[in-house]
């Protein structure tokens, strides 16, 4: 998604998908309720989501419509919002949602991206990315201590350190989000540092995955260092037992379901 609509906000991915819930032109104050915004912020992201606003482009997503009255707006996904959306659902760019993906995507899809959204409101889709990256590729870190440009070349993301900055301790003036750890490499170089998920960052991307299951959060398994150091390759942790690992619990993120408009 990034790759495809590199200045699109997680925020604004959340309205397109909003959008294409529903059975219907949603009115902007529909949209100001589903996405928790206020009305300024969900009218300007409308007009950047549409046909621009002053010389500022819009993407194409939606689509604006006169509402009941002059007053009243109205807002429909577009053909190509509606290829992201299939995206998400995992089906051909062309196919036409049905009921069933349309409860897919307010039942599992929004949940989940408002789960993110209340923790790091302001978080970039770029930022995000690489969070799922060292949470999904979290051995090759911890355990071998891959070079950062590992994850710069597979994301094709050039400024890497601007984002491990902002999910961890931040910079400058801008406070971090503490969803990973930088830890030094105790057994090869201590100049060498690695990224990690903290304890916020697992319970965020675990509630996260639970949600798009429709499942409670499980602990966190990780395998035990002294357990790898017996075998070979990351491969042979499919064989290890429960003694073989740690379990980290994880709190569970409560969520309000009064949430997408349902027209």
Request: glycine residues 6%; proline residues 5%; aromatic residues 4%.
């Amino acid at each position: 998604m990034r790759k495809r609509k590199p200045t699109l906000s997680l925020r604004g991915l959340q309205t397109v998908l909003t959008v294409a819930s529903a059975r219907e032109a949603l009115t902007y104050n529909s949209v100001r309720d589903a996405t928790r915004q206020t009305y300024s912020s969900t009218s300007i992201q409308l007009a950047l989501l549409s046909d621009g606003r002053g010389k500022q482009p819009g993407m194409g997503l939606i689509r604006r419509v006169a509402g009941e009255d002059r007053r009243q707006k109205k807002v429909l996904i577009t053909q190509s919002g509606a290829e992201i959306a299939n995206i998400f659902l995992q089906k051909p760019e062309d196919a036409t949602a049905s009921v069933a993906d349309l409860a897919e995507f307010r039942e599992t899809i929004l949940p989940a991206l408002r789960q993110v959204l209340t923790v790091a409101p302001d978080i970039t889709l770029g930022t995000f990315c690489v969070l799922l990256y060292l949470v999904q590729h979290n051995e090759r870190f911890g355990l071998k201590g891959s070079a950062s440009v590992t994850i710069s070349n597979d994301l094709h993301i050039s400024n890497l350190p601007r984002h491990l900055a902002n999910l961890s301790t931040g910079s400058g003036s801008r406070e971090g989000l503490g969803l990973i750890e930088m830890i030094a490499d105790q057994e090869n170089d201590r100049r060498v540092v690695v990224p990690a998920p903290s304890q916020k960052g697992l319970n965020l991307v675990a509630n996260v995955a639970a949600t798009l299951q429709r499942k409670k959060p499980a602990p966190v398994k990780t395998p035990k260092p002294e357990r790898l150091a017996q075998d070979a390759t990351m491969e042979d942790v499919a064989g290890f037992g429960d003694d073989d690992f740690d379990f980290t619990d994880i709190v569970r993120m409560v969520e309000d379901d009064a949430d997408t408009a349902q027209p």
